[in-house]
């Protein structure tokens, strides 16, 4: 038998590798990137594939989809699907140690990962290209020979447990298990899909293998697979490993349809949440949409319940001071069902007076079904659709396979790399079949306020509730609805862009020792290479000129324009330089779309000058953004955008989108920055949300809190959060006008405009706005700058608080010194070296906690090493000493590292350096740091890489172990004691807090830069 189907594997790779037999109909060229190209086949076992040949890709990536999840484990082992996904990763026959999957990808330049969902889970993992074959060797044995090995069933049953508790405190856990209280009993959704102790307590080995083989079957499954091999090379890595899968000929699982069965009675949900949230959500039963991603029916209805602009139903919510912000659109969807969600942030007013926010949704409704669908609301998102698509950002790794395999599963192979992103048929039936499906007896109201009355608990989660189903004369009255005069549909969006022409770019470019570098990787002709590296100083006034220079071909000049100019270096014009700001402009010359950045960082002293203007510098920052929601909202329908944030320098405006209508964008936004437009009534919602934003961070992942002191800590000056919870509730509304005019004082701008545009368009827009910013220039000394503080060598510095959850956690630091080409290239090495022994030794076998992890970071000018652990079970004195003890391993282990291991890791990691932007954005931020933080300097990184290019093996080992030497080390322990945890403090080296530290290490004399 065995012989017949390895004959019959034979034949199909042969059928499958001649190619014209399914190239012709099932391979295809991506119309939007050049050299991108799909295959699509289903293998005799039923397992649909679709392969992405793309030589630009970074990573190579591979997800695979199975179609059971958690809705489908036994009543006796919830929680058995997430925990089978947790056991795959722990050995198979081919690959039989624990954590050897995760380790060969790591040290690759990839990642790994899974996660289970109700009808389905999914395994993937992205790496560096050329090691695509061995990790897919890896991945493929999950599915065709894994362990499931008995000393491993109760360490990982005891990770689901650790990664549940982690989850106890998180509201919108709880929420979604809560909720599973009002469903149909026994309906499938109300199983506990994550599990824990309890629920997996007495789950064997063969309850495992059990659920394994009844669910895991090859026809179940959809595998995306992605490289910049050619097709036939990914298709010969492919078919082979899971031509072995197991089909065992199993149906689509199918669950009832009807988890929340229609009533006539008021059904309500009232939830008391741990944070200091406020919500209505008004969720309604429905049939299966998956296969109407042609015509999107939830997603034209999210759109107009969900409009944020006039005559909007948050317009009406918001003018009664009932709301401040209102989402909707599609929420559960499996093959048997889905539901239409709408869920609304309140006021405190809101929550008093939630019946008439249903009451409004009623009577917007009642105006959906009066109007109908409008054919122009039909053809603004059908166009944007299309043009999104056509000028989507040419996206990789896991987020390309992950979506794709789960498309799979409904979107037939010929179409699913493109029909789901279009809107291609305008169902005005399906539409209403829905839209007349809203109605207050198919609807569950979940009210969230910590002010509820509750008289149940549920019990996984603790969360506090009360369920009822009364007022039946409501729901009568919600059914006649009338119309609200104040309701009225989106006006047609004069924003959606008409012009998508792209400008010929007039710009000079050069390539330096990072460019030529980064295009050796990319594969290209010697000839071209030996010229580029010779002429690495010239400037290239057109792609024209550098074309006729490398003797290109007509055509390969597009494919070879987008890997050269992918690596070129800018030379962008300084548009503006004022005392008051500088200016530049770059045209875009390698991304080929008609979008552009702006990119508008405002210097101002005022921002942050004491906790008050902090505090009153973000409130600016909420007011400005609502004063401008009903103008911002139909501009992000049309694919622009604008967003403000503030930090210790000033206020950053960033704009982005397509370049139609990008200037005038800036130009409206940027003369409205000193006016605050909010009432009193709209000023308090904010200052209350504030209020509760700092409140709620006591709630935040205790390795989150972690960080956020260390930065409290080390960081010359900055300000507190519980300083700012003090402040808030005195601020007034003409307080914050006065600071809005204050902040515009005495500024200076620094900015960057990329993209589709044109330098004499740019320029006096962007010359008026600087000069019309401020009334005063400010001076380059009264600028912020930032300071970090450097711990003694040989000295251990403690910090310990209490965190309200029920988790611990600490995270170690290690400060590595200056960022010196040679302290970077060995640090970097040396952290991805670590990763994995740090994660296979502290959470796979001593199962410390769920979250595990270490890396380097750069604050300002110090370069650091961090090793951090969050549990539930484990108090912090217990993990810094085990992080402790496991530092000596490193030291002695680290000599122990081959010269092939050593120079796999050390490649990777120069190929991750060497990686350029590839988004438009990025690219912006990319340029912004280089003209602004780098002083312009377009070689900073050449030092660094070169470092790490002539890197060797016996010099990373001698620096690698100084790095780790015990006696050097400069060690800042923070760690975070869970509720109903106690931890031990060393005898010396306790910092109380903020001020004890800057009073052990005193700025300038402990600081860098000083």
């Known amino acids: 038998m065995r012989s017949v189907r390895n004959l019959m594997m034979w034949f199909v790779c042969l059928l499958l590798t001649v190619g014209p037999v399914l190239g012709s109909t099932l391979d295809s060229m991506d119309e939007r990137f050049e050299q991108r190209s799909y295959r699509r086949f289903v293998l005799p076992n039923g397992l649909k594939i679709l392969l992405i040949s793309d030589p630009m890709v970074r990573k190579a990536a591979a997800s695979l989809t199975v179609g059971v999840g958690a809705m489908s484990d036994p009543e006796m082992h919830q929680g058995l699907a997430h925990y089978l996904e947790h056991m795959l990763f722990l050995g198979t026959e081919k690959y039989p140690e624990a954590g050897e999957y995760q380790q060969f990808v790591s040290n690759r330049g990839g990642y790994t990962n899974a996660y289970t969902a109700g009808d389905h889970t999914n395994y993937h993992f992205e790496i560096d290209p050329e090691h695509l074959d061995g990790a897919l060797d890896?991945?493929?044995?999950?599915?065709?020979?894994?362990?499931?090995?008995?000393?491993?069933?109760?360490?990982?049953?005891?990770?689901?447990?650790?990664?549940?508790?982690?989850?106890?405190?998180?509201?919108?856990?709880?929420?979604?298990?809560?909720?599973?209280?009002?469903?149909?009993?026994?309906?499938?959704?109300?199983?506990?899909?994550?599990?824990?102790?309890?629920?997996?307590?007495?789950?064997?080995?063969?309850?495992?293998?059990?659920?394994?083989?009844?669910?895991?079957?090859?026809n179940r499954m959809t595998l995306a697979v992605s490289g910049t091999q050619s097709l036939d090379e990914l298709q010969e890595m492919v078919v082979p490993r899971f031509y072995e899968i197991v089909d065992r000929n199993l149906d689509e699982i199918t669950f009832p349809t009807e988890y929340l069965a229609p009533n006539s009675r008021f059904r309500l949900l009232q939830v008391k949440p741990l944070s200091e949230i406020r919500s209505l959500t008004l969720s309604f039963p429905l049939p299966s949409t998956q296969q109407y991603y042609s015509s999107q029916p939830l997603n034209l209805l999210g759109f107009l319940v969900g409009h944020e602009g006039k005559g909007s139903l948050l317009s009406l919510l918001k003018s009664k001071n009932l709301a401040t912000g209102l989402s909707a659109g599609a929420g559960s969807s499996t093959n048997s069902y889905s539901s239409f969600e709408v869920t609304v942030q309140l006021t405190p007013r809101g929550v008093d007076r939630y019946r008439d926010v249903i009451t409004h949704l009623f009577q917007y409704l009642r105006m959906l079904r009066e109007e109908g669908l409008p054919r122009y609301i039909f053809n603004?998102?059908?166009?944007?659709?299309?043009?999104?698509?056509?000028?989507?950002?040419?996206?990789?790794?896991?987020?390309?396979?992950?979506?794709?395999?789960?498309?799979?599963?409904?979107?037939?192979?010929?179409?699913?790399?493109?029909?789901?992103?279009?809107?291609?048929?305008?169902?005005?039936?399906?539409?209403?079949?829905?839209?007349?499906?809203?109605?207050?007896?198919?609807?569950?109201?979940?009210?969230?306020?910590?002010?509820?009355k509750v008289d149940s608990t549920e019990s996984y989660y603790g969360t506090e509730y009360s369920y009822r189903q009364d007022r039946a004369n409501w729901v009568q009255v919600w059914k006649t609805a009338r119309r609200h005069p104040n309701l009225s549909l989106p006006v047609p969006n004069?924003?959606?862009?008409?012009?998508?022409?792209?400008?010929?770019?007039?710009?000079?470019?050069?390539?330096?020792?990072?460019?030529?570098?980064?295009?050796?990787?990319?594969?290209?002709?010697?000839?071209?290479?030996?010229?580029?590296?010779?002429?690495?100083?010239?400037?290239?006034?057109?792609?024209?000129?550098?074309?006729?220079?490398?003797?290109?071909?007509?055509?390969?000049?597009?494919?070879?324009?987008?890997?050269?100019?992918?690596?070129?270096?800018?030379?962008?014009?300084r548009l503006v330089d004022l005392p008051k700001g500088r200016v530049w402009f770059q045209p875009d010359l390698r991304f080929e779309q008609p979008k552009g950045r702006v990119?508008?960082?405002?210097?101002?002293?005022?921002?942050?000058?004491?906790?008050?203007?902090?505090?009153?510098?973000?409130?600016?920052?909420?007011?400005?953004?609502?004063?401008?929601?009903?103008?911002?909202?139909?501009?992000?329908?049309?694919?622009?955008?604008?967003?403000?944030?503030?930090d210790k320098e000033g206020v950053q405006i960033n704009f982005d989108g397509y370049s139609d209508r990008l200037l005038e964008l800036v130009e409206s936004v940027a003369a409205q920055l000193q006016n605050i437009q909010i009432d009193q009534k709209t000023f308090a919602s904010l200052q209350d949300a504030k209020l509760r934003s700092y409140r709620n961070f006591t709630?935040?992942?205790?390795?989150?809190?972690?960080?956020?002191?260390?930065?409290?800590?080390?960081?010359?000056?900055?300000?507190?959060?519980?300083?700012?919870?003090?402040?808030?509730?005195?601020?007034?509304?003409?307080?914050?006008?006065?600071?809005?005019?204050?902040?515009?004082?005495?500024?200076?701008?620094?900015?960057?405009?990329?993209?589709?545009?044109?330098?004499?368009?740019?320029?006096?827009?962007?010359?008026?706005?600087?000069?019309?910013?401020?009334?005063?220039?400010?001076?380059?000394?009264?600028?912020?700058?930032?300071?970090?503080?450097?711990?003694?060598?040989?000295?251990?510095?403690?910090?310990?608080?209490?965190?309200?959850?029920?988790?611990?956690?600490?995270?170690?630091?290690?400060?590595?010194?200056?960022?010196?080409?040679?302290?970077?290239?060995?640090?970097?090495?040396?952290?991805?070296?670590?990763?994995?022994?740090?994660y296979n030794e502290l959470r796979t076998r001593q199962q410390t906690g769920y979250i595990v992890s270490?890396?380097?970071?750069?604050?300002?000018?110090?370069?650091?090493?961090?090793?951090?652990?969050?549990?539930?079970?484990?108090?912090?004195?217990?993990?810094?000493?085990?992080?402790?003890?496991?530092?000596?391993?490193?030291?002695?282990?680290?000599?122990?590292?081959?010269?092939?291991?050593?120079?796999?890791?050390?490649?990777?990691?120069?190929?991750?350096?060497?990686?350029?932007?590839?988004?438009?954005?990025?690219?912006?931020?990319?340029?912004?740091?280089?003209?602004?933080?780098?002083?312009?300097?377009?070689?900073?990184?050449?030092?660094?890489?070169?470092?790490l290019a002539s890197l060797e093996h016996q010099e990373f080992l001698k620096q690698g172990r100084q790095m780790l030497e015990p006696t050097q080390q400069r060690q800042l322990v923070l760690q975070m004691v869970g509720a109903g945890m106690s931890s031990l403090l060393p005898q010396e080296g306790v910092v109380r807090d903020a001020s004890d530290m800057a009073e052990r290490l005193p700025c300038p004399e402990f600081c860098r830069p000083n």
Do not use: C
Not at 144 to 164: C, G, K, M, W
Not at 508 to 525: D, K, M, Q, R, V
Not at 621 to 634: D, Q, R, S, T
Not at 760 to 771: F, G, H, L, N, W
């Open 380 to 452: 603004e998102v059908q166009r944007m659709n299309e043009i999104n698509y056509r000028f989507s950002e040419r996206v990789e790794g896991t987020r390309l396979v992950n979506t794709l395999s789960a498309l799979l599963r409904f979107v037939p192979l010929r179409e699913v790399e493109r029909s789901p992103f279009l809107l291609t048929e305008f169902r005005k039936d399906l539409f209403d079949s829905m839209l007349y499906r809203l109605t207050p007896n198919n609807m569950l109201a979940i009210l969230v306020d910590q002010g509820v």
């Open 699 to 838: 709630l935040q992942e205790p390795y989150q809190q972690a960080f956020y002191e260390r930065g409290l800590l080390l960081e010359g000056f900055r300000h507190s959060i519980r300083q700012y919870e003090k402040i808030v509730p005195d601020v007034t509304l003409k307080e914050l006008t006065a600071h809005a005019r204050q902040l515009f004082a005495k500024t200076y701008v620094e900015a960057v405009v990329y993209g589709n545009l044109e330098s004499d368009k740019v320029q006096p827009i962007m010359e008026r706005i600087v000069s019309d910013l401020s009334q005063q220039a400010l001076p380059l000394e009264e600028r912020f700058y930032e300071q970090v503080r450097q711990i003694p060598v040989g000295m251990t510095l403690t910090f310990q608080q209490d965190v309200t959850v029920n988790n611990s956690a600490i995270v170690l630091e290690l400060q590595q010194g200056d960022d010196t080409p040679e302290n970077w290239a060995t640090l970097q090495v040396l952290s991805q070296w670590i990763q994995p022994q740090f």
């Open 854 to 947: 270490s890396g380097s970071t750069l604050t300002e000018e110090t370069l650091s090493l961090f090793f951090l652990i969050q549990s539930g079970d484990f108090a912090p004195d217990d993990l810094s000493e085990r992080v402790r003890s496991f530092l000596p391993k490193l030291h002695e282990n680290l000599q122990n590292l081959s010269q092939q291991e050593f120079e796999t890791i050390r490649r990777s990691v120069l190929r991750a350096s060497l990686e350029r932007p590839d988004e438009i954005d990025e690219a912006t931020g990319r340029l912004f740091q280089i003209l602004f933080e780098e002083d312009g300097d377009f070689d900073f990184k050449s030092d660094k890489l070169r470092s």
């Open 138 to 218: 890896r991945f493929a044995q999950f599915f065709t020979a894994p362990l499931f090995n008995t000393q491993y069933l109760e360490r990982e049953r005891r990770i689901v447990d650790s990664e549940h508790s982690k989850n106890i405190p998180n509201d919108f856990r709880r929420l979604f298990e809560v909720r599973k209280q009002t469903y149909v009993p026994g309906h499938p959704l109300q199983k506990f899909s994550t599990g824990n102790l309890q629920t997996l307590g007495f789950t064997t080995r063969d309850d495992v293998v059990d659920f394994y083989t009844r669910y895991y079957s090859s």
């Open 599 to 646: 990119m508008l960082r405002i210097l101002t002293p005022e921002a942050y000058a004491t906790p008050r203007h902090a505090v009153l510098t973000q409130l600016y920052v909420a007011a400005i953004e609502e004063g401008l929601n009903e103008f911002k909202y139909p501009v992000s329908l049309a694919g622009l955008d604008f967003n403000l944030r503030n």
């Open 494 to 573: 004069d924003f959606i862009p008409q012009d998508i022409a792209l400008r010929e770019p007039k710009a000079p470019f050069t390539f330096n020792y990072e460019s030529i570098a980064g295009l050796s990787e990319e594969n290209l002709p010697e000839g071209v290479m030996s010229l580029l590296s010779q002429e690495s100083s010239r400037s290239w006034q057109s792609w024209s000129e550098l074309a006729v220079a490398l003797q290109l071909p007509q055509g390969q000049q597009k494919a070879a324009r987008t890997v050269i100019m992918r690596h070129a270096v800018e030379e962008p014009q």
